[in-house]
C-alpha cells in the first residue's frame, strides 16, 4: 500500500519533471542538426517559470471552458502519466485502467482542448480546433490498433502485463506484428504531438497552425498548463512506445539496483526515440493538410496488418 | 535436328535481314526462310506420325502430335504472310505511305525492322509448341508479346501507339497470371516429385504422374492459366487488346497474330488442360470453358452486328473463333478435341486470306471505315471483292467450306456429352454471327458501281490470295490423309485420360 | 552454434523482411512522386533478394543463390537506373491523382491483403510429407497480397510508368511465391524469366517515351481513341 503510494507519487514528479527537459532537448538536438546553437536543454523550465509568473490576459467572450481547458489538459496527461509502466514494469495506477483508459484519457484531454480553441471565439481558434479533430480522428484508430496487437499478443489490456509477459520472452520484437504496430504507433506519436510533417510547433504563421492556433489566446499560468501537458503528453506517447514494444531493463522488484537499472535504460531509450523523432522531422517537409488524411491511412492499414500477423505470423 | 533447325532458320533470318541492305534482299530472306520453315515443319508432322514424339537436347525439346500439328499451321501462316508481305509493302511505298512520316525514316529501315522482328516473332511461336519444359513455353509466349509490340507500332500513328501500349499491358498482366499459374502447377507437381529434379516442369514427365497432384492446387492452377493463356488468345473477358492491335497493326502481322498466335496460346491451354483433366477428371476444366467459350461468343456477337471498321470486324471474328475452339475442347467426347483441332487446321488456313482482303481494300481505298468505303467493291477490284465474299461464306461455317464440317463436329459433340443448352447458345451465336458478317461484307463488296479507279495491286498479293483463296475452296471438299491422320493423333493425346 | 546459424533466427528474419515488402508495396500505392515509387521498387527488391539469399543459405540450395544475385542485378541495379533516365528524359516528376483517392486505395490495399492472407491458408499443409518447402505459408501470403496490390494498382494509377512499375511489383510477388513454394524453379526457367522482364521493361520503357513524345502526357486516360 505504501509502496504503491510512494511509487505514484515518484512516478508522477518524474513525468512532471521530465517532460520539459526532453522537450528541451528534441529542440536542441533539432537546432544541432540544422547547424544551430539552439536554445539548449532547459530553456522549456525556464519558458514554465516564467509563464506561471505572467499575468493573464483572456478573452471576453470566453466562458468556464477556457479555464476548464487547461486543467483538463493537464490533469488527464498527468494521470496518463501513472498508467503507463516507466520505470518499473508495474505501472502505480495500473488497476485503475488499462489500453482503452489511456486512449479515452487522452481523448478527454484533446476533446477540452479542442472546446477551448473554440471558446475563445477567435477564428483561428476553431480552425485550429477543425484541423486537430480532423486528425485525431483518423489517428485514433490507428493507435488503437497498433495498442490491441500488443495487447494480443500478451492477452491482456493492462499495460503492466504487456510489459511484463514481454520481458521473458527474447527476440520477440523482431516479429512482423511489432514490428509493424511500431511504424503505426510512431506515425501516430508524429501525428498527435504535432511534429513535422503533420504540424509545425515552431510556426509563426496562423494559417499551417494545427496545435497553436487552439492555444493562440492563451497565456500565463493557463498556457503555462498546457504547454506542460503537450510536453507530459509527448512523454507519455514515447514512453508507450518504447516500453510495450522493448521493455527491456524495466525494473519487476523494488530493488534499489534494478531501480537505477530501469531509470538508466528508460532514459536512454526516451533519447534513442527522440533522435528519431528528430531525424524524421529534419528529413521531412511539412504536409499539406489535405495529405495528412494518406499518412494516417498508411498508419491504419499498418495496424490492420499487424493485427491480422498477430494471427497468421 | 529437326526441331533445332526448326528454331534456328528463323533466328538465323532474323539476324541477316538486320544487316541486309537493300529491300529486295530482305524480301528474299524472309521468304527463303519461310519456305524452309514449312518444309521441316512437314519433315516433323511425318515424323511424329511414324515415331509419336521427337525430342532433343537432352529433352528440353519434345514434339509429339499435337505440337506437329500447331508447328504445321504456324509455318503454313508464315509462308502465306511472306509471300502477302511483299506485295502489301510494295503497295505501301508504291502508295506513299511511308514518305508522310514525319521521322524522316527511310522506308528501307522501317521494313528492316519488319523483316528482322517478323522471323524473331515466328521463332519465339515455334517455340512455344517445341518446348518441354512448361516455364520456357511461358517465356517463349511471353517473348512473342514483346517481339509483336514493335511490330504493332509499325506505322508510328498515335493509334498505334495506343494499340501497342495496350497489347503490352494487357497480355503483361495476362502472361503474369500464367506464370503464377505455372508456378502453382509446379508446386502441385513437387508435392510427388519432389523439387531437386531438373524436370520437374517438364510436361512429357509431368503428363505421366498428373492424377497424384494436388488437387486444390491444381484447380487454383488452371484458372490462373486460363486467365493467363486466355489472355493472349483473346478469351473474353480478356479480349479487349484485340480489336484495337488488329486495326492498327500491319496486314501481314495481324494474320500471323490472328491465326498463329491464337493456335500457340491455344496450345498452351491444352498442355494445361490435359494435365488438369489427368488429375481432377475432365468436368471442372470443361464447366470453365463453357463459360469462357460462350462468353467469348456472346462478345463477338454484338461487336460484329454493329461495327464501323472491317479490321475490327475481324478482330471480333478472331474473338469469336477463339471461343468456338474453347468450346469444343469443353465439350469433350471422342469429337470434342477432333472438332477442335479440325477447327484450329481450317482457321488457320481460313483466316490470313480474309486479312488479304481487308489489307487490299484498305490499301485501295486508304481507310478502313464502312461508311467510307461505300460499296460495290467488286467493280473496282474484282479479284479481291470475289475473294472476300468467298472467305466471308468461309470464315462464318458456311457449307461446303471446311470450317462448317469443324463446326458440325463440334456441335455434335455437345449433344453427345448432353450439353444442350450450351449447343442451342452456340448455334444462336453462329448464326447472328453469320448474319452480321454477311450484311456488311456484301453491302462492301455488291452493289453498283461507285465509280472508284480501278486497283492496281501488286501481283505478290493477287497470287497470294488466288493460291490461298484455291486451297481454301479445296479443302472444303478434300482433306489430305497425312493431315487427317496428324490432327486425330494429336487429338487422341487431348483425349487420353488414363 | 553462432545465432545466425539458428534456423529459427533464419524464419524471423525471413518474416520481418517479408513484413517489410508488403509495407514497401503499400507506401507505393500511396506514393506520389515517380523517383520515389523507383526506389521504393528498387528496395523491395533487394529485400526479395536478400529473402532469396537468407532462404539459399538455411536450406543450403546454392541455385537460389544464382536467383538472387540475378535479381540483385536486374530489379535493384539496372531496371532501375533505366527507369530514371526514363523520367529524366520525359521530364514527368509527378503522379496525378489516381482513379481512387490515396487514402481509399491504402485501404483497399489492407483488404487485398488480408484476401491474400485467406487465399494462402488454403496452401497450408502442415502435414504434407514430401515437400521441403516450410516457409510456404508467411511469404506466399505476402506474395499473394504483392500480387493482388500490383493489379490494383495497374488499373487504378494513371501514368504509364507506374503501370509499368505496378507490373515489375506484380512479378515481384509472383518471384516471392515461387522461392516460398517450390524454392524457386529450374534454373533455366528462372533465367528465362529474368531474361523476359528485362527485355519487357526495355520494351515498355521505349513505348513510355514514345507514348510521352506523341501523346505529351503520359496520362494513359488520354489513349482513349480506340472504340468499339
Same mark, same amino acid.
Request: net charge neutral; glycine share 8%; aromatic share 10%.
Given at each position: 500500500?505504501?509502496?504503491?503510494?510512494?511509487?505514484?507519487?515518484?512516478?508522477?514528479?518524474?513525468?512532471?519533471?521530465?517532460?520539459?527537459?526532453?522537450?528541451?532537448?528534441?529542440?536542441?538536438?533539432?537546432?544541432?542538426?540544422?547547424?544551430?546553437?539552439?536554445?539548449?536543454?532547459?530553456?522549456?523550465?525556464?519558458? #514554465?517559470?516564467?509563464?506561471?509568473?505572467?499575468?493573464?490576459?483572456?478573452?471576453?467572450?470566453?466562458?468556464?471552458?477556457?479555464?476548464?481547458?487547461?486543467?483538463?489538459?493537464?490533469?488527464?496527461?498527468?494521470?496518463?502519466?501513472?498508467?503507463?509502466?516507466?520505470?518499473?514494469?508495474?505501472?502505480?495506477?495500473?488497476?485503475?485502467?488499462?489500453?482503452?483508459?489511456?486512449?479515452?484519457?487522452?481523448?478527454?484531454?484533446?476533446?477540452?482542448?479542442?472546446?477551448?480553441?473554440?471558446?475563445?471565439?477567435?477564428?483561428?481558434?476553431? #480552425?485550429?480546433?477543425?484541423?486537430?479533430?480532423?486528425?485525431?480522428?483518423?489517428?485514433?484508430?490507428?493507435?488503437?490498433?497498433?495498442?490491441?496487437?500488443?495487447?494480443?499478443?500478451?492477452?491482456?489490456?493492462?499495460?503492466?502485463?504487456?510489459?511484463?509477459? @514481454?520481458?521473458?520472452?527474447?527476440?520477440?520484437?523482431?516479429?512482423?506484428?511489432?514490428?509493424?504496430?511500431?511504424?503505426?504507433?510512431?506515425?501516430?506519436?508524429?501525428?498527435?504531438?504535432?511534429?513535422?510533417?503533420?504540424?509545425?510547433?515552431?510556426?509563426?504563421?496562423?494559417?499551417?497552425?494545427?496545435?497553436?492556433?487552439?492555444?493562440?489566446?492563451?497565456?500565463?499560468?493557463?498556457?503555462?498548463?498546457?504547454?506542460?501537458?503537450?510536453?507530459?503528453?509527448?512523454?507519455?506517447?514515447?514512453?508507450?512506445?518504447?516500453?510495450?514494444?522493448?521493455?527491456?531493463?524495466?525494473?519487476?522488484?523494488?530493488?534499489?539496483?534494478?531501480?537505477?537499472?530501469?531509470?538508466?535504460?528508460?532514459?536512454?531509450?526516451?533519447?534513442?526515440? !527522440?533522435?528519431?523523432?528528430?531525424?524524421?522531422?529534419?528529413?521531412?517537409?511539412?504536409?499539406?493538410?489535405?495529405?495528412?488524411?494518406?499518412?494516417?491511412?498508411?498508419?491504419?492499414?499498418?495496424?490492420?496488418?499487424?493485427?491480422?500477423?498477430?494471427?497468421?505470423? | 535436328?529437326?526441331?533445332? @533447325?526448326?528454331?534456328?532458320?528463323?533466328?538465323?533470318?532474323?539476324?541477316?535481314?538486320?544487316?541486309?541492305?537493300?529491300?529486295?534482299?530482305?524480301?528474299?530472306?524472309?521468304?527463303?526462310?519461310?519456305?524452309?520453315?514449312?518444309?521441316?515443319?512437314?519433315?516433323?508432322?511425318? =515424323?511424329?506420325?511414324?515415331?509419336?514424339?521427337?525430342?532433343?537436347?537432352?529433352?528440353?525439346?519434345?514434339?509429339?502430335?499435337? !505440337?506437329?500439328?500447331?508447328?504445321?499451321?504456324?509455318?503454313?501462316?508464315?509462308?502465306?504472310?511472306?509471300?502477302?508481305?511483299?506485295?502489301?509493302?510494295?503497295?505501301?511505298?508504291?502508295?506513299?505511305?511511308?514518305?508522310?512520316?514525319?521521322?524522316?525514316?527511310?522506308?528501307?529501315?522501317?521494313?528492316?525492322?519488319?523483316?528482322?522482328?517478323?522471323?524473331?516473332?515466328?521463332?519465339?511461336?515455334?517455340?512455344?509448341?517445341?518446348?518441354?519444359?512448361?516455364?520456357?513455353?511461358?517465356?517463349?509466349?511471353?517473348?512473342?508479346?514483346?517481339?509483336?509490340?514493335?511490330?504493332?507500332?509499325?506505322?508510328?500513328?498515335?493509334?498505334?501507339?495506343?494499340?501497342?501500349?495496350?497489347?503490352?499491358?494487357?497480355?503483361?498482366?495476362?502472361?503474369?497470371?500464367?506464370?503464377?499459374?505455372?508456378?502453382?502447377?509446379?508446386?502441385?507437381? =513437387?508435392?510427388?516429385?519432389?523439387?531437386?529434379? #531438373?524436370?520437374?516442369?517438364?510436361?512429357?514427365?509431368?503428363?505421366?504422374?498428373?492424377?497424384?497432384?494436388?488437387?486444390?492446387?491444381?484447380?487454383?492452377?488452371?484458372?490462373?492459366?486460363?486467365?493467363?493463356?486466355?489472355?493472349?488468345?483473346?478469351?473474353?473477358?480478356?479480349?479487349?487488346?484485340?480489336?484495337?492491335?488488329?486495326?492498327?497493326?500491319?496486314?501481314?502481322?495481324?494474320?500471323?497474330?490472328?491465326?498463329?498466335?491464337?493456335?500457340?496460346?491455344?496450345?498452351?491451354?491444352?498442355?494445361?488442360?490435359?494435365?488438369?483433366?489427368?488429375?481432377?477428371?475432365?468436368?471442372?476444366?470443361?464447366?470453365?470453358?463453357?463459360?469462357?467459350?460462350?462468353?467469348?461468343?456472346?462478345?463477338?456477337?454484338?461487336?460484329?452486328?454493329?461495327?464501323?471498321?472491317?479490321?475490327?470486324?475481324?478482330?471480333?471474328?478472331?474473338?469469336?473463333?477463339?471461343?468456338?475452339?474453347?468450346?469444343?475442347?469443353?465439350?469433350?467426347?471422342?469429337?470434342?478435341?477432333?472438332?477442335?483441332?479440325?477447327?484450329?487446321?481450317?482457321?488457320?488456313?481460313?483466316?490470313?486470306?480474309?486479312?488479304?482482303? @481487308?489489307?487490299?481494300?484498305?490499301?485501295?481505298?486508304?481507310?478502313?471505315?464502312?461508311?467510307?468505303?461505300?460499296?460495290? #467493291?467488286?467493280?473496282?477490284?474484282?479479284?479481291?471483292?470475289?475473294?472476300?465474299?468467298?472467305?466471308?461464306?468461309?470464315?462464318?461455317?458456311?457449307?461446303?467450306?471446311?470450317?462448317?464440317?469443324?463446326?458440325?463436329?463440334?456441335?455434335?459433340? @455437345?449433344?453427345?456429352?448432353?450439353?444442350?443448352?450450351?449447343?442451342?447458345?452456340?448455334?444462336?451465336?453462329?448464326?447472328?454471327?453469320?448474319?452480321?458478317?454477311?450484311?456488311?461484307?456484301?453491302?462492301?463488296?455488291?452493289?453498283?458501281?461507285?465509280?472508284?479507279?480501278?486497283?492496281?495491286?501488286?501481283?505478290?498479293?493477287?497470287?497470294?490470295?488466288?493460291?490461298?483463296?484455291?486451297?481454301?475452296?479445296?479443302?472444303?471438299?478434300?482433306?489430305?490423309?497425312?493431315?487427317?491422320?496428324?490432327?486425330? =493423333?494429336?487429338?487422341?493425346?487431348?483425349?487420353?485420360?488414363? | 552454434?553462432?545465432?545466425?546459424?539458428?534456423?529459427?533466427?533464419?524464419?524471423?528474419?525471413?518474416?520481418?523482411?517479408?513484413?517489410?515488402?508488403?509495407?514497401?508495396?503499400?507506401?507505393?500505392?500511396?506514393?506520389?512522386?515517380?523517383?520515389?515509387?523507383?526506389?521504393?521498387?528498387?528496395?523491395?527488391?533487394?529485400?526479395?533478394?536478400?529473402?532469396?539469399?537468407?532462404? *539459399?543459405?538455411?536450406?543450403?540450395?546454392?541455385?537460389?543463390?544464382?536467383?538472387?544475385?540475378?535479381?540483385?542485378?536486374?530489379?535493384?541495379?539496372?531496371?532501375?537506373?533505366?527507369?530514371?533516365?526514363?523520367? *529524366?528524359?520525359?521530364?514527368?516528376?509527378?503522379?496525378?491523382?489516381?482513379?481512387?483517392?490515396?487514402?481509399?486505395?491504402?485501404?483497399?490495399?489492407?483488404?487485398?491483403?488480408?484476401?491474400?492472407?485467406?487465399?494462402?491458408?488454403?496452401?497450408?499443409?502442415?502435414?504434407?510429407?514430401?515437400?521441403?518447402?516450410?516457409?510456404?505459408?508467411?511469404?506466399?501470403?505476402?506474395?499473394?497480397?504483392?500480387?493482388?496490390?500490383?493489379?490494383?494498382?495497374?488499373?487504378?494509377?494513371?501514368?504509364?510508368?507506374?503501370?509499368?512499375?505496378?507490373?515489375?511489383?506484380?512479378?515481384?510477388?509472383?518471384?516471392?511465391?515461387?522461392?516460398?513454394?517450390?524454392?524457386?524453379?529450374?534454373?533455366?526457367?528462372?533465367?528465362?524469366?529474368?531474361?523476359?522482364?528485362?527485355?519487357?521493361?526495355?520494351?515498355?520503357?521505349?513505348?513510355?517515351?514514345?507514348?510521352?513524345?506523341?501523346?505529351?502526357?503520359?496520362?494513359? =486516360?488520354?489513349?482513349?481513341?480506340?472504340?468499339?
Amino acid at each position: 500500500m505504501i509502496t504503491t503510494l510512494l511509487a505514484a507519487v515518484f512516478q508522477l514528479l518524474l513525468v512532471l519533471c521530465i517532460s520539459p527537459l526532453i522537450s528541451g532537448i528534441i529542440k536542441t538536438l533539432k537546432a544541432r542538426l540544422q547547424m544551430r546553437r539552439g536554445p539548449g536543454v532547459l530553456q522549456s523550465y525556464r519558458n #514554465l517559470f516564467k509563464l506561471l509568473r505572467k499575468q493573464m490576459v483572456m478573452p471576453d467572450t470566453a466562458s468556464w471552458l477556457f479555464d476548464a481547458a487547461p486543467v483538463m489538459v493537464f490533469a488527464t496527461a498527468a494521470v496518463v502519466g501513472l498508467l503507463i509502466p516507466m520505470i518499473t514494469a508495474q505501472a502505480p495506477l495500473s488497476l485503475f485502467g488499462g489500453v482503452l483508459a489511456v486512449v479515452y484519457l487522452l481523448g478527454l484531454g484533446r476533446f477540452f482542448l479542442a472546446l477551448g480553441g473554440l471558446d475563445t471565439g477567435s477564428s483561428f481558434g476553431g #480552425l485550429g480546433s477543425s484541423r486537430e479533430m480532423t486528425i485525431s480522428s483518423l489517428a485514433e484508430p490507428a493507435m488503437m490498433l497498433a495498442i490491441f496487437t500488443v495487447a494480443l499478443s500478451a492477452n491482456s489490456t493492462n499495460l503492466s502485463e504487456v510489459a511484463r509477459s @514481454a520481458i521473458g520472452q527474447s527476440w520477440r520484437f523482431l516479429a512482423p506484428s511489432q514490428m509493424l504496430a511500431f511504424a503505426a504507433l510512431f506515425i501516430v506519436l508524429i501525428a498527435e504531438t504535432g511534429r513535422i510533417p503533420v504540424d509545425n510547433p515552431a510556426t509563426h504563421l496562423e494559417l499551417t497552425m494545427i496545435h497553436e492556433a487552439m492555444i493562440l489566446e492563451y497565456s500565463g499560468p493557463y498556457l503555462a498548463l498546457i504547454e506542460w501537458g503537450a510536453s507530459i503528453k509527448q512523454l507519455i506517447l514515447m514512453t508507450l512506445l518504447i516500453n510495450t514494444f522493448y521493455p527491456f531493463g524495466l525494473s519487476t522488484n523494488w530493488s534499489g539496483a534494478s531501480l537505477a537499472i530501469g531509470c538508466g535504460t528508460y532514459l536512454l531509450k526516451l533519447l534513442i526515440l !527522440s533522435t528519431l523523432i528528430v531525424l524524421v522531422e529534419t528529413a521531412n517537409a511539412k504536409m499539406r493538410l489535405f495529405r495528412v488524411p494518406e499518412l494516417l491511412a498508411v498508419a491504419f492499414v499498418l495496424g490492420a496488418l499487424a493485427l491480422i500477423s498477430t494471427f497468421l505470423f | 535436328m529437326v526441331l533445332a @533447325a526448326l528454331l534456328v532458320i528463323p533466328l538465323l533470318a532474323a539476324v541477316a535481314a538486320f544487316v541486309a541492305r537493300r529491300r529486295v534482299e530482305m524480301e528474299w530472306i524472309n521468304l527463303v526462310a519461310a519456305v524452309l520453315t514449312l518444309t521441316f515443319a512437314v519433315v516433323l508432322a511425318g =515424323s511424329t506420325l511414324q515415331s509419336g514424339s521427337v525430342s532433343a537436347w537432352g529433352g528440353l525439346l519434345y514434339a509429339d502430335a499435337l !505440337s506437329a500439328l500447331v508447328v504445321l499451321l504456324v509455318s503454313i501462316v508464315y509462308a502465306a504472310c511472306a509471300v502477302y508481305a511483299v506485295g502489301y509493302f510494295r503497295d505501301d511505298e508504291t502508295n506513299g505511305v511511308f514518305d508522310e512520316d514525319s521521322d524522316g525514316v527511310p522506308a528501307v529501315d522501317r521494313l528492316r525492322k519488319y523483316y528482322s522482328l517478323t522471323p524473331l516473332f515466328v521463332c519465339l511461336m515455334l517455340l512455344v509448341p517445341l518446348s518441354n519444359n512448361l516455364g520456357i513455353m511461358w517465356v517463349a509466349i511471353e517473348g512473342t508479346t514483346l517481339a509483336s509490340v514493335f511490330l504493332v507500332t509499325f506505322y508510328g500513328r498515335p493509334n498505334s501507339l495506343e494499340a501497342a501500349w495496350k497489347y503490352a499491358m494487357i497480355g503483361g498482366v495476362g502472361l503474369s497470371m500464367g506464370l503464377f499459374g505455372t508456378v502453382l502447377t509446379y508446386y502441385s507437381a =513437387s508435392l510427388v516429385m519432389g523439387t531437386e529434379t #531438373l524436370v520437374g516442369l517438364n510436361w512429357s514427365v509431368l503428363v505421366t504422374k498428373a492424377a497424384q497432384f494436388d488437387k486444390t492446387t491444381m484447380r487454383l492452377a488452371f484458372i490462373f492459366i486460363l486467365m493467363g493463356y486466355g489472355t493472349k488468345a483473346g478469351i473474353a473477358p480478356m479480349h479487349t487488346w484485340k480489336p484495337d492491335v488488329y486495326s492498327e497493326a500491319p496486314v501481314p502481322v495481324a494474320a500471323m497474330l490472328a491465326a498463329a498466335l491464337l493456335n500457340c496460346a491455344l496450345y498452351g491451354l491444352l498442355r494445361f488442360f490435359i494435365l488438369t483433366s489427368r488429375c481432377l477428371g475432365p468436368e471442372f476444366a470443361s464447366q470453365l470453358l463453357i463459360i469462357f467459350g460462350l462468353l467469348s461468343m456472346a462478345v463477338a456477337v454484338p461487336f460484329i452486328l454493329v461495327q464501323k471498321s472491317f479490321r475490327r470486324l475481324l478482330a471480333y471474328s478472331s474473338i469469336d473463333h477463339g471461343g468456338i475452339m474453347v468450346l469444343g475442347l469443353a465439350f469433350g467426347g471422342p469429337l470434342g478435341a477432333l472438332g477442335m483441332l479440325l477447327h484450329m487446321t481450317f482457321h488457320s488456313i481460313t483466316k490470313p486470306l480474309l486479312f488479304f482482303c @481487308a489489307g487490299n481494300v484498305q490499301q485501295h481505298l486508304k481507310t478502313d471505315q464502312f461508311r467510307q468505303a461505300k460499296g460495290g #467493291l467488286i467493280h473496282a477490284m474484282p479479284i479481291t471483292g470475289a475473294v472476300f465474299l468467298l472467305t466471308t461464306l468461309a470464315v462464318t461455317g458456311s457449307p461446303p467450306f471446311s470450317l462448317f464440317q469443324s463446326e458440325f463436329t463440334i456441335l455434335r459433340a @455437345a449433344f453427345d456429352g448432353h450439353h444442350i443448352l450450351p449447343a442451342v447458345l452456340f448455334v444462336g451465336f453462329l448464326v447472328m454471327i453469320f448474319a452480321g458478317f454477311l450484311i456488311h461484307i456484301a453491302r462492301l463488296v455488291l452493289g453498283e458501281d461507285p465509280g472508284t479507279p480501278h486497283a492496281q495491286i501488286s501481283d505478290w498479293k493477287k497470287y497470294s490470295l488466288i493460291g490461298l483463296g484455291a486451297v481454301v475452296v479445296i479443302l472444303g471438299f478434300w482433306l489430305p490423309a497425312p493431315l487427317f491422320a496428324l490432327v486425330q =493423333s494429336a487429338a487422341r493425346i487431348v483425349r487420353e485420360v488414363h | 552454434m553462432y545465432f545466425y546459424q539458428d534456423p529459427q533466427f533464419g524464419e524471423r528474419m525471413i518474416t520481418l523482411m517479408a513484413a517489410f515488402v508488403l509495407v514497401l508495396q503499400i507506401a507505393m500505392v500511396a506514393q506520389r512522386w515517380l523517383v520515389t515509387n523507383i526506389r521504393v521498387f528498387a528496395a523491395q527488391s533487394f529485400l526479395l533478394a536478400s529473402i532469396a539469399g537468407t532462404i *539459399a543459405y538455411y536450406n543450403h540450395a546454392p541455385h537460389i543463390y544464382i536467383a538472387a544475385a540475378m535479381t540483385f542485378a536486374v530489379k535493384v541495379v539496372f531496371l532501375p537506373i533505366l527507369m530514371e533516365r526514363l523520367v *529524366a528524359k520525359i521530364e514527368i516528376r509527378q503522379e496525378i491523382e489516381p482513379l481512387i483517392n490515396v487514402p481509399l486505395s491504402v485501404l483497399i490495399s489492407g483488404g487485398l491483403t488480408m484476401v491474400g492472407y485467406v487465399v494462402a491458408e488454403s496452401f497450408y499443409h502442415p502435414e504434407a510429407g514430401t515437400t521441403p518447402a516450410t516457409l510456404g505459408h508467411n511469404t506466399l501470403a505476402v506474395a499473394i497480397s504483392l500480387f493482388l496490390i500490383g493489379f490494383f494498382m495497374m488499373i487504378n494509377r494513371r501514368k504509364a510508368l507506374t503501370q509499368v512499375l505496378a507490373l515489375l511489383s506484380l512479378e515481384n510477388g509472383l518471384f516471392l511465391a515461387a522461392i516460398s513454394l517450390t524454392y524457386g524453379m529450374p534454373l533455366i526457367v528462372e533465367v528465362g524469366v529474368f531474361f523476359d522482364v528485362l527485355v519487357a521493361t526495355m520494351v515498355m520503357g521505349i513505348l513510355v517515351y514514345r507514348i510521352s513524345e506523341t501523346f505529351d502526357s503520359m496520362d494513359v =486516360s488520354k489513349l482513349r481513341r480506340l472504340r468499339g
